[in-house]
């Protein structure tokens, strides 16, 4: 009896985490929802660019930057450098008489201390964030500030849009980008997004001073914001544009720091899981991230549990049976890649790689590593 208890709470709460919260959060959208305000502004803007030995990539980026339409007047453009040894720094300079600032913080301590050194020479009331790897429409920024129009706006994130050479989405990357985008519209429109796109995402210049080495920058501003009374929201106009991974098996290690990263920012900050002083966003808090970082714990149970109980009657057997099924057309599809072509194979192996990262960084975050230097990913 108390094996059947087991699996079926293990099986509903890894149910829950993918599509039970977000439905929760349609029914709540359907009598909640909070306007937001977005208007032509022009604030004065600071652009803050990361780079780590981007010679190969830098160049098209400031390029890029160099199409944005903003008043030239208003807009620092800002390259951090987190001591980079190529030769990244005498490209940029190359940019310095079109307004590029380069930036050089000597020893590479991480994007998180980059980022944090370089907000203290902004001008702008807006700061903007972005990757090297990452390209902006010419309107890209003017959407995104848009958003500080609305007084209760601290942050905002752009929507992810990740663009491949022709071939399908073999990792599955781009499914899943989707379904994260899809998530933050739905929790934007009630109250909060509980995550900003770390590639592409703005900020009020006072919801900035607290950056940490160890904690990831996106993450991080979003808490911030939400700490003074102000929330995080999701703009569909303001799109970051990057390749997929060109080596499929640094995605596992790409999610495995990212997840590590985030554990770090939520342990760090449990006084967000107190419902009576953060309503609703504790509820988002809670779904979005620990739950879901907790699905490959409540898979595992639900497997073991469910093989105690194939003796029970024929729906065990048979749900032991569908599990068993899932997990080997994802080992199909880790073993062969060329057999992710198939949507059956790739849906289950990209979800399996997902969450055995994320079973991988709870170890890590358990063992004390801690993420400060981030190594680019070749895309």
């Known amino acids: 009896m108390v094996m059947i208890w087991v699996f079926w709470i293990s099986a509903f709460l890894a149910f829950f985490s993918y599509f039970g919260y977000p439905v929760t959060l349609i029914l709540l959208s359907t009598f909640r929802r909070k306007k937001l305000i977005r208007e032509p502004i022009t604030p004065a ?29 208003k807009f620092q453009i800002i390259i951090a450098s987190d001591g980079s040894t190529d030769k990244t720094h005498d490209i940029v300079r190359e940019y310095e008489d079109r307004g590029v600032e380069l930036f050089i913080v000597g020893d590479r301590k991480g994007k998180e201390n980059a980022q944090a050194q370089a907000v203290k020479i902004t001008r702008g009331e807006i700061v903007v964030f972005s990757d090297t790897a990452t390209r902006l429409d010419p309107q890209g920024i003017r959407e995104i500030v848009s958003n500080f129009a609305d007084p209760s706006v601290g942050c905002v994130s752009s929507e992810d849009r990740m663009i491949s050479d022709g071939e399908s989405d073999i990792g599955g990357e781009g ?128 497997l073991i ?57 709870w170890l890590k975050f358990f063992k004390g590593e801690r993420v400060t230097l981030w190594q680019p990913s070749v895309r």
């Open 305 to 361: 549990s469910g093989a105690t109980l194939i003796g029970e009657s024929a729906l065990y057997r048979f749900l032991f049976a569908l599990q068993i099924v899932f997990y080997f057309s994802a080992l199909i599809g880790i073993v062969l890649p060329v057999m992710t072509k198939i949507v059956l194979i790739r849906i289950p192996s990209f979800f399996v790689v997902v969450n055995a990262s994320i079973f991988v960084a």
């Open 45 to 73: 803007v600071s652009l803050i660019i990361t780079a780590y030995n981007e010679e190969k990539r830098i160049r098209e980026k400031l390029e890029n930057t160099m199409k944005l339409d903003y008043p030239k007047d």
């Open 175 to 302: 499914f899943y980008v989707k379904y994260e985008m899809w998530l933050r519209g739905l929790e934007s429109r009630i109250n909060s997004v509980v995550g900003l796109s770390g590639s592409f995402f703005a900020a009020r210049r006072e919801v900035c001073n607290d950056f940490s080495p160890k904690m990831q920058s996106d993450f991080r501003t979003l808490l911030s914001s939400m700490k003074i009374g102000l929330r995080g929201v999701s703009d569909p106009n303001a799109i970051g544009y990057y390749q997929d991974i060109k080596d499929k098996s640094r995605e596992f290690q790409r999610k495995v720091r990212t997840v590590l990263r985030g554990l770090t920012v939520f342990f760090n900050h449990l006084e967000f899981l107190n419902i009576f002083k953060f309503g609703l966003f504790s509820y988002e808090y809670l779904c979005h991230k620990l739950m879901r970082w907790l699905v490959p714990v409540f898979l595992l149970v639900a």
